[in-house]
């Protein structure tokens, strides 16, 4: 008897699905790649060869794969995350006069030659990356302190680490592995120089989902602005006690869309009449506010105010801020492109009225 009611388990139907699902993992196990996770399998990248963004593939490879294009210091350090040991006392890659230094698994454009500059630290160091499409950031507090990890936006290889504490015109020193790197000698075409805006607008899925699509937004990121917590959490915001604003910074092309443009859509995505509140969503983080870069920034914010407050469209008074940017904390990664992740309708944003 019991001989039959454990072959009877064994065949059962729920039994059979179970092992068929094991199977499939077992099949794939080889195949499966860290990098592969949720979200949309292309990516907008930079070109520097072009000066064009160009939306590719993501790479995707197993372990076994990428053991036989790396050597295994270039393994460890970019799958693993290590770090290659310092050279004495300043960075020896080799000094080239034009080109770029790309992903070594994948071919990424990653730093220009020109804002290489010599730190001291014995890894080489760069002020700014090609662009802020083909690096991902995110937090590291492996060895016990905080530090900020430096991915390929292509392949999820790890490359090293960004600090505070760099040279004019950024401030930053990117902390590269030099093995992470492959050197490619081209011709650099003038850049296309992006510009960037900050805007609140009550929920910042919603207001991402709006200027996503626009042509000439070359990049959103939601995240949280104007408060006193430094690197504050999604859930220390909702309690309304940081000072924070729900935002959305974009990257986007002046040569294809005005920053006066970006303010009109700005304008009719929200309702401006409504201090620290949009739709259901209560509390100052869903304040409407404009976040500044430069006078020309701030002269065409109030410039537009002003023209809409003349236009009597709203019978209330506007209360949007228009304020200097300040530093913007990205917020976590499951809130990037919330609703293009899901494939959902945005559903927590209301239009003007």
Known sequence: MVLKQTFEFWRSPVMCFLLSVVMVFVILGGHMDVY??????????????????????????????????????????????????????????????????????????????????????????????????NVLEAQDNSIGMKRTQVICARCGAHLGHVFDDGPPPTGKRYCINAVALAFAKIDIPKKTKFEKAIFSAGCFWGVESAFAQIKGVIKTVVGYTAGKTKNPAYKDVCTDKTGHAEALEIEYDPGIISYEQLLDVFWTIHDPTTLNKQGPDIGSQYRSA??????????????????????GKFRDPIVTQIVPAQVFYPAEEYHQQYFQKRGIKPACHLPAK
Not at 290 to 311: T, V
Request: proline content about 5%; hydrophobic content about 30%; some cysteine.
């Open 36 to 133: 592969s996770g949720e979200g949309p399998r292309k990516v907008k990248i930079f070109n520097a060869a072009t000066a064009q963004v160009e939306e590719v593939e993501k790479i995707s490879r197993s372990e076994a794969e990428r053991k036989k294009i790396l050597t295994a210091e270039q393994f460890y350090v970019t799958r693993q995350k290590g770090t290659e040991k310092p050279f004495e006392g300043h960075c020896v890659i080799p000094e080239k006069k034009e080109g770029v230094y790309r992903c070594v698994c994948c071919g990424t454009d990653l730093f220009l030659v020109e804002t290489k500059f010599e730190s001291g630290t014995g890894w080489p160091s760069f002020w700014e990356p090609v662009s802020d499409l």
């Open 290 to 311: 404009i976040f500044y870069h430069s006078p020309e920034q701030m002269s065409a914010a109030l410039a537009s105010r002003d023209k809409l407050a003349k236009s």
